[in-house]
């Protein structure tokens, strides 16, 4: 098969088809994306090599299965579901975990993938492949309120206006929540204000503007510096942005101001499919452009560019 294989430099090429394990199905590959993770794989972030890429839609070819035929999308943690962590409830955090295209497991900028049939959730008939390839990156939205207890009335201040931040803050709108999404660019602001999204520039904030909670989202070293200077004392710092060299934080203030920091990844498929196929969250308008997966050496030099918002990738 055809991949895009990392190895301290992208190339396209040719590589053998995974062969699925007892409990994995094979999956042909309909859609990929690239997500700001897989930039910073390309800086070293985890040190992966491989075949990267998490967000997908594909089809699941092994026959004889529950989901044979199928067209699906995937959860991305693949847990050994035995050990402690597995066995309480949490089985994102296994030590013994893989995770698809960022650590010890090849991923979806391939023509075919392997996963557990467990990991896999049915695409709605009508919900179109190319909003359902966001699915993995909305789920990320929505676990931030399985982790905190939010109030319409408290101030929510979102910083980053890409293709998270965006996501976040539409599910923050649907909740009825008083927020505000921030960028450093009039270009991503008018581009939430298009998607009804309440937007400003990061540089109209005062130093007395704050909030109760604040997410990073920039996906920048310096986000969390910014969103911990306009967060009040006592607040809830949600952190979104991984990144392949952080910043220093000043820990002095958070004790300071006992700050609660909430470190936030996965999240559930099915809210999130959910909030797809009924149209509550139209990621459409976020697609900047899509590429033949013939061109995704390109597709990665162009999703690099600044103010570029989701490439997909058409295998």
């Excluded at 905190?148 to 923050?172: D, Y």
């Excluded at 934080?249 to 990844?265: C, K, P, T």
């Amino acid at each position: 098969m055809k991949a895009l294989i990392f190895d301290g430099t992208l190339t396209l090429a040719e590589t053998t088809t995974p062969e699925p394990g007892d409990h994995d199905v094979l999956i042909r590959v309909l859609y990929s994306a690239i997500c700001n993770t897989d930039l910073e794989i390309l800086r070293g972030y985890m040190g992966f090599q491989g075949i990267p890429g998490h967000e997908f839609v594909g089809e699941v070819i092994t026959p004889g299965r529950r989901l044979s035929g199928r067209t699906v999308v995937g959860e991305i943690n693949c847990p050994c579901g035995v050990c402690y962590l597995c066995r309480t409830g949490r089985q994102t955090h296994c030590p013994e975990r893989s995770v698809l295209g960022i650590y010890n497991r090849n991923g979806a900028f391939a023509e075919y993938l392997v996963l557990p049939e467990g990991n896999l959730h049915p695409v709605p008939d009508h919900l179109a492949q190319t909003s359902a390839v966001f699915t993995e990156p909305l789920a990320a939205a929505v676990e931030i309120f399985q982790q905190v207890h939010i109030r319409p009335t408290q101030k929510v201040f979102i910083f980053g206006a890409g293709k998270l931040g965006l996501l976040v803050a539409q599910v923050f709108r649907m909740n009825g929540c008083d927020y505000r999404v921030f960028s450093r660019g009039e270009t991503s602001v008018a581009k939430a204000e298009s998607m009804g999204i309440n937007a400003a520039l990061v540089s109209t904030l005062k130093d007395a503007d704050k909030a109760e909670v604040c997410i990073d989202c920039t996906g920048s070293p310096a986000g969390i510096n910014i969103a911990m200077a306009h967060l009040y004392p006592r607040g809830k710092l949600v952190l979104k942005t991984t990144v392949a060299h952080p910043d220093k934080i000043d820990l002095n203030q958070v004790v300071i101001n006992e700050f609660e920091i909430i470190g936030s990844r996965c999240g559930p498929f099915e809210p999130a499919l959910k909030l797809l196929n009924e149209g509550l969250v139209n990621p459409e308008p976020m697609i900047t452009k899509t590429f033949g997966f013939g061109d995704i050496l390109e597709a990665f030099e162009f999703a690099a560019k600044p103010g570029v918002l989701k490439v997909l990738i058409r295998h």
